[in-house]
């Protein structure tokens, strides 16, 4: 469903969400942050995309004074700005991550975790494409999905989720390999090492994927 996370998993629900996150999903979330907090040196301009209500900035905002972030639910944005959770509020901003409003060279990071690259629901590809050109040369950008050695995890904290109705039914008869199938029609699926290689291969980038925490799968892009 391409607006639930827009609409029907945002703001408070969005960040419900991730409060029931057990232990071992906690740690998947810690480690992603903590790969993106490890290449950002004082003074860098960084972009989140698909950056909900702020999560992931607040973490991040200690790091550099020049750091934005982008999502198209206005709820998740308005309910950001709510808790403060980035010191500049004005740093959230409602835009498409796909057709961004930034000049080039823009940014010394930007970044979009925790799965964004599916759970976006845009065009991989023009996802890429339009993250590196508002990157400076040499600058990084940063993609991520899930492990496969996280998928019991993973499973465990979504069906968390239905049951407490923040996403509807888990239809386990068509759930696996990756992908998580609702029964109100919500599609939760993942990017793997190979969709990585097939769409950054033809953009003669410089680019690395590795894995983190046995969790998470990154894509390091040198723009």
Same mark, same amino acid.
Request: aromatic share 10%; charged share 30%.
């Given at each position: ?6 609409? +029907? ?10 409060? %029931? ?7 998947? %979330? ?7 907090? &490890? ?17 992931? %900035?607040?973490?991040?905002?200690? /790091? ?17 700005? /709510? ?20 000049? &080039? ?13 599916? +759970? %976006? ?9 339009? +993250? ?10 940063? *993609? ?5 050695? *996280? ?21 386990? /008869? ?22 990585? &290689? ?7 980038? /410089?680019?690395?994927?590795? &894995? ?5 799968? *990154? ?5």
């Amino acid at each position: 469903m391409s607006n639930y996370y827009s609409e +029907a998993l945002a703001g408070k629900r969005l960040k419900h969400c991730y409060d %029931l996150a057990p232990p071992r999903v906690q740690q998947y %979330l810690d480690e992603e942050i903590k790969c993106v907090r &490890e290449r950002i040196k004082p003074g860098d301009h960084v972009l989140e995309l698909g950056c909900g209500y702020g999560r992931v %900035l607040k973490e991040l905002a200690l /790091e550099t004074d020049h750091i934005f972030g982008i999502d198209i639910s206005w709820h998740s944005l308005h309910f950001g700005q /709510e808790l403060s959770n980035v010191p500049d509020i004005g740093a959230l901003i409602c835009m498409d991550a796909k057709m961004l409003a930034y000049r &080039e060279n823009r940014f010394d990071i930007v970044f979009c975790i925790q799965n964004g690259i599916s +759970a %976006l629901n845009v065009d991989p590809a023009l996802l890429i494409r339009d +993250a590196i050109r508002v990157t400076k040369p040499s600058g990084k950008v940063l *993609f991520s999905s899930y492990s496969d050695k *996280f998928w019991d995890d993973r499973l465990e904290w979504f069906e968390i989720q239905s049951e407490h109705g923040l996403i509807g039914e888990i239809d386990h /008869e068509r759930t696996g390999d990756g992908v998580i199938i609702c029964r109100d029609g919500f599609k939760a699926t993942t990017f793997s090492t190979d969709q990585f &290689e097939s769409v950054i291969s033809v953009m003669k980038r /410089e680019y690395r994927i590795f &894995e983190v925490d046995e969790s998470s799968i *990154f894509c390091e892009i040198i723009a």
